[in-house]
């Protein structure tokens, strides 16, 4: 049995309910889906018994009613995890996860100017990417904004 | 003045956007009290390019020439991670020999961009005859370089399924004697730098991050091995031809902008013996497959060890001629956060040198074009205007007339 | 009318004006040369100065408009003031009293703090901690740069340079036992030159171009000249106490030694330019009082012994 499959049994054992989403895309890399009132349960046992500690960044995606985030989680082995969830647009609320990455800081803050999240316990501090001036309720990366409609003004 | 005693004295010196020690914009604002910083607040995304938006609305193999614009050094490092996303959603078997090509450019573009580093950390320390020196060598692998793919920036080598030239025999030679010089140069400055008691002076002990904060806050590539991490891409997640290779990860545990100007020297020795194997080893065979314009529906991430550190990159495919999809994290984003913690309680002067340590991205800005005359060996730069000129004629042979197009397409926007 | 003369033209200003402007591109030659660069043409510091007075002055709105033109002009008079003091191609200089080389270098001393002025009136923050920074280093290299321009001089007994001088033409050999004073006071004269290794003051990726950060134009254009100059100067007069040779010859084979011991002296300062990253301002007061004072305590000490012995 591969080193992948060990880390699948391992955590399907803990957690019944991610049999069907844990999959093996190919050696070394791995994808999880996990509804986000577990998220944070699964996230700290992958994190700490599961020994994915470095983190390669945070992705955002826009997926039509709700908002997509896909963690990117590494061992030091160099095998790779996507381990995705997703809240609605309507109510777009996440926490932050610098208490265990405190280098997650910036990459919170691209998908909060970006796709409009809210992440909570995040510091107080400059934005990234967006310009000062940028207005609040406008998130270039979801799939409705586009440079015409946004605010009109001259980049 | 409801300040306490402690910061009576204490002010704030902006270092940027625009600075002579970035050449990228991007703001530092320091507290200062005396020559002593107290605090750092930085601001970034002066250089915010909406580039993950453009990749949206343009085809997948248009977005490996937007991609490889991210950043002027590393642009090999940053459109291999790409397309080696888009080929894995694809399915696409890259042949053997195009991935050493890849392997061999993201080598020498890394010989390329310590050279640089080196260069630029000798500016920020006041030694500039080190920057003179390094830059001029490092026009040896930028010509090479020019050589193999065409420019000395920009490669515009890689594409989805392969690569775009090949290379022949006789490069091989170039390549090797190249590499020889550069080596003997890189053996100098090893030496420069280890024992040159005015550059050991600035270097040691400034910038310190112990291996913990380093694993704590994300630090990657060079930054991290200095501190003893043992992190390697090439090595853990083998991408390109690396697997088939034999190089150590050079690492360090002095902690500070010493430990990581080693590390970077001490790995152009290690690039220069991939390189040396890729010669030697580079199978024959074809150097790309057809890639389908439409890419099938999935994801994929890509990690790829450019020589600033870890560059990652998600791709994500709908089914159609456009990504749904791509994310780029540069290894700058992942350094930068152990700025703060590095400059906590050192001087205003180390600042330019620790900023300068993790080796921040900077573009290319452009070049002249030099024409030689076969003939008579007379060299000439080429005015815009006579570029354009050139451009037309060099079109017009080819069966492609500029001026022809654009008519065309002037009458099709009125209509 | 030849006082005018010798104020205006020599070897006053005219003369110092276009030797600074040389030297300085003996300096930026050599520099490039060492570096494997092609360096300016001969006449590019002339250029660079007369492209600066065309261009215009911006004084900052919060600097103090008196002060901030007031020091370029300032820094300019108090080194060409000094060089009448100086014996050139002969023994004797232009003007000469008891003790004028405490007056030399006092009147040294005056452009740095003309520098410091200009830097704090012009209020910005980079000028300001350039500014601070030039007086700093100022305490650090004037104590060891006096130790060792005073050791010759307690050799010949004498405050006076033009008997200095003589003291060392009459006994050729004594100046042997100056070499270290004479290395002490190249380096102190680096850090007054405010070149590399000690550029602290004008550092410039950390503090923009530091103390001149606000200067432009025609008041940066005497800031620069005057910087060359005393450069002329300050080598002048290591060469007038330390280098006593060829002085009691003809007057155009003595002209010629002169302008061949400044160069050389200005060669010293552009190889430790070459050689040498900047040091950081703690680092430089270090270096200073911890090696470069000590050493020229043991010089003093050595020109005691060899008076007690020799004399």
Redesign the interface.
């Known amino acids: 049995m591969s080193y992948e499959e060990d880390i699948r049994q391992e955590t399907v054992r803990r957690f019944d309910f991610l049999k069907d989403s844990f999959k093996i895309v190919r050696p070394r890399r791995l994808t999880l889906d996990v509804a986000y009132e577990k998220f944070s349960e699964v996230f700290d046992f992958l994190v700490h018994q599961g020994k994915f500690d470095i983190l390669c960044a945070i992705t955002g995606t826009d997926e039509g009613e709700d908002l997509g985030f896909i963690y990117h989680l590494a061992q030091e082995s160099g095998v790779t995890l996507n381990l995705k969830t997703r809240v609605p647009k309507s109510h777009p609320v996440i926490q932050t996860i610098t208490g265990v990455f405190p280098g997650a800081e910036i990459y919170e803050r691209e998908i909060v100017d970006l796709f409009g999240a809210k992440v909570q316990g995040l510091r107080q501090g400059n934005r990234y990417p967006l310009t000062d001036d940028w207005p609040e309720d406008e998130h270039p990366l979801r799939k409705d904004w586009k440079p015409a409609n946004g605010s009109g003004r001259e980049m | 003045m409801h300040d306490s005693h402690e910061h009576e004295h204490e002010?704030k010196?902006?270092l940027g956007p625009q600075?002579?020690?970035l050449k990228e914009p991007e703001n530092f604002s320091i507290a200062?009290k005396g020559?002593k910083i107290m605090g750092v607040d930085i601001r970034l995304g002066y250089n915010h390019r909406g580039i993950e938006k453009a990749c949206e609305e343009r085809t997948f193999l248009q977005d490996v020439y937007l991609i490889e614009r991210v950043c002027g050094i590393c642009s090999h490092s940053h459109s291999s991670a790409y397309v080696q996303a888009v080929e894995e959603i694809a399915g696409l078997s890259v042949p053997r020999r195009a991935l050493y090509i890849r392997t061999l450019i993201g080598e020498l573009e890394r010989v390329h961009s310590h050279f640089l580093w080196l260069g630029v950390a000798?500016?920020?320390?006041?030694?500039?005859?080190?920057l003179?020196?390094t830059w001029?060598d490092r026009e040896i692998v930028m010509d090479l370089l020019a050589q193999l793919t065409g420019n000395r920036v920009n490669y515009g080598i890689n594409t989805i399924g392969g690569v775009r030239r090949d290379i022949t025999p006789e490069y091989g030679k170039d390549i090797l004697a190249a590499i020889a010089t550069l080596e003997e140069r890189t053996k100098y400055y090893i030496q420069i730098a280890t024992e040159?008691t005015?550059?050991i002076?600035?270097l040691s002990g400034v910038g310190m991050i112990s291996r913990q904060d380093a694993v704590r806050l994300g630090a990657v590539g060079p930054t991290a091995r200095a501190s003893g991490v043992d992190r390697d891409i090439r090595r853990e997640d083998p991408y390109a031809a690396y697997a088939e290779l034999d190089f150590n990860v050079i690492t360090d545990d002095h902690c500070d902008v010493f430990g990581r100007t080693v590390v970077r020297l001490k790995e152009l020795l290690e690039s220069f013996k991939i390189i040396r194997q890729v010669v030697a080893k580079i199978p024959d065979g074809p150097i790309a497959v057809r890639a389908p314009r439409k890419i099938p529906a999935g994801e994929a991430l890509s990690r790829y060890e450019a020589p600033r550190g870890e560059d990652v990159h998600y791709v994500k495919s709908n089914g159609g001629e456009k990504p749904e999809r791509v994310k780029v994290r540069a290894p700058t984003l992942a350094n930068i956060q152990t700025v703060k913690h590095m400059l906590r309680d050192r001087?205003?002067?180390?600042?330019?040198i620790v900023i300068a340590a993790i080796d921040p991205c900077f573009s290319c800005t452009d070049r002249l074009v030099g024409v030689r005359h076969l003939d008579n060996h007379k060299r000439e730069t080429l005015s815009w205007e006579n570029l354009r000129l050139f451009s037309l004629g060099w079109h017009r042979a080819r069966g492609f007339d500029v001026a022809i197009a654009e008519k065309k397409l002037h009458n099709l926007m009125e209509h | 009318m030849s006082a005018l003369f010798s104020i205006l033209i020599y070897p006053g200003f005219l003369f110092l004006a276009l030797f600074g402007l040389i030297a300085e591109f003996i300096d930026r030659k050599l520099y490039a040369r060492?570096?494997?660069?092609q360096g300016p043409p001969w006449f590019q510091p002339l250029a660079d100065f007369i492209k600066l007075l065309g261009k215009e002055d911006i004084v900052p709105d919060e600097a103090n408009p008196r002060m901030f033109r007031l020091m370029p002009l300032f820094a300019l008079t108090a080194v060409v003031s000094s060089i009448i003091y100086i014996p050139l191609w002969k023994t004797g200089a232009l003007y000469s009293f008891s003790g004028d080389l405490v007056v030399v270098l006092y009147l040294l001393t005056l452009p740095t703090l003309a520098f410091f002025i200009g830097g704090w009136y012009s209020t910005s923050?980079?000028a300001r901690?350039g500014s601070v920074?030039s007086l700093t280093q100022m305490f650090a290299y004037e104590v060891p740069l006096f130790m060792g321009l005073f050791s010759p001089a307690l050799l010949a007994d004498s405050w006076t340079l033009s008997e200095i001088s003589q003291f060392y033409v009459d006994h050729p050999m004594y100046s042997f036992f100056n070499v270290l004073g004479f290395a002490i006071s190249l380096i102190a004269l680096l850090g007054k030159l405010e070149k590399?290794?000690f550029?602290?003051p004008e550092?410039?990726?950390?503090?923009?171009a530091g103390t001149f950060t606000e200067y432009s134009g025609r008041l940066f254009a005497f800031f620069r000249l005057s910087i060359d100059i005393e450069m002329v100067v300050g080598a002048s007069l290591l060469a007038a106490v330390f280098l006593p040779f060829g002085l009691s010859g003809d007057a155009v084979i003595g002209f010629l030694i002169y302008i061949l011991k400044v160069l050389l002296v200005v060669f010293l300062l552009t190889l430790a330019r070459?050689?040498?990253?900047?040091?950081?301002?703690?680092?430089m007061v270090r270096f200073c009082w911890k090696y470069l004072v000590p050493l020229a305590l043991v010089q003093l000490l050595a020109i005691l012994l060899v008076k007690g012995v020799v004399l």
Do not use: W
């Open positions: 002010f010196i902006p600075h002579p020690a200062l020559e000798g500016h920020e320390i006041g030694f500039d005859t080190l003179m020196y001029r040159e005015s550059i002076k600035r001087f205003l002067a180390d600042m330019p | 060492m570096q494997n660069r923050l980079y901690i920074r590399a290794p550029d602290i550092a410039e990726t950390e503090i923009v070459t050689i040498f990253a900047r040091m950081r301002i703690d680092q």
